[in-house]
């Protein structure tokens, strides 16, 4: 039996030399929020690739992304999704993206070792590498996929703030992004791609808002260049870096450098509305902020008397804000704060404004 090795502090912002499985057998249990992972694609690539003016593609022939078996790849995946699922916290999550050579038995591991698959996501690129021999359909998308530590896992999910960044529009499942080109791809002294898989910040970013708070430990087990890492320290998480090579160690942390965080007052997101104080309209009327008698209007031309005890009374019905509503409506449900208004300096007011001033107050 293997002695167990003893953890060591989390070492936090910084990039740990070293093979990803080992040295997470070296961290604190339960110690991460999220993980982040791009590991070898296993590409099974056969010779070079040209393009049709014989010029050579710099496609993927790097020794991590050789495996002599589907079956020796399956046993690395297994091993590093154990060792990844020690570090989470019971809370946490996972982010694994491949393509089709990997994923789908990626997807099978994260399903064996007890993670519980939230979402799959396809990245679909805006500017793809064509497919030069004309053999396949172009490869025009990666896929990722999004899963908690177990099934009962109460994970971060940022539903508004990731609404808002798709302009208020619910967030799909397929996200069209561009790769990493131009000025973002990092080159080398030679003025050649540092690292031939390097991932867009556009993506890490999305990834980040949507599923971590500022101050979480983000850890990517496989972390090259160090897109993560970047994006973490810009948007105030914390994170932990592995990976084995030292020249791709060298020019993250020299990236890194460059990073400056932005502003606290900036990373704040739109908070899901849940999450907000509940305010009750019952604590309108014991402020003082709406009178017994006081009259309520709709948008329809309803008119109801504001009671005491914070319930709502017409010619025809009593209740709450909400049933009332529903009631002169006939509907199942009925939002009341948005449903009724009221009288000041002649004008209509939504009774809602009432409710966010108390939630100021509070916060």
Known sequence: MKPATEAAPLPLNDVLCGDCIEVMETLPEASVDLIFADPPYNLQLRGELHRPD?????????????????????????????????????????????SYHNIFRVGAALQDQGYWILNDVVWR?????????????????????????????????NYDALKQLNEGTQMRSDWVLPICSGHERIKDADGHKAHPTQKPQ????????????????????FFGTG???????MLGRS?????????????????LERVRPLDRSALEVTAAKRSEPRVPFGTLVERGLLRPGESLFSAKGAVAKVRADGTLATKT??????????????????????????????????????????RSETT
């Open 317 to 358: 019905h009593k209740g709450s804000i909400h049933q009332v509503g529903a009631a002169l409506d006939g509907s199942p449900s009925c939002n009341g704060w948005t449903y009724w208004s009221f009288l000041r300096d002649g004008r209509r007011v939504p009774i809602d404004t009432l409710r966010q001033q108390i």
């Open 227 to 233: 897109t993560t890492g970047a994006v973490a320290r």
């Open 202 to 221: 556009s993506l890490l970013h999305r990834i980040l808002i949507g599923t971590t708070e500022p101050g979480d430990v983000v850890l990517d087990p």
């Open 125 to 157: 690129k805006s500017n793809p590498m064509p497919n030069f021999r004309g053999k396949r359909l172009t490869n025009a998308h990666e896929t990722l996929i999004w899963a908690s530590r177990g099934e009962k896992s109460r994970y971060t999910f």
């Open 54 to 98: 014989n010029s050579r593609v710099d496609g993927v022939d790097d020794a991590w992304d050789r495996f002599a078996s589907f079956g020796t790849y399956d046993a690395f995946t297994r091993a590093w999704l154990a060792a990844a699922r020690r570090v989470l916290k019971p809370d946490g999550a996972i982010w694994v993206i491949g």
């Open 239 to 255: 994170f932990v870096g592995i990976e084995r090579d030292p020249a791709y160690i060298d020019i993250a942390r020299a990236r």
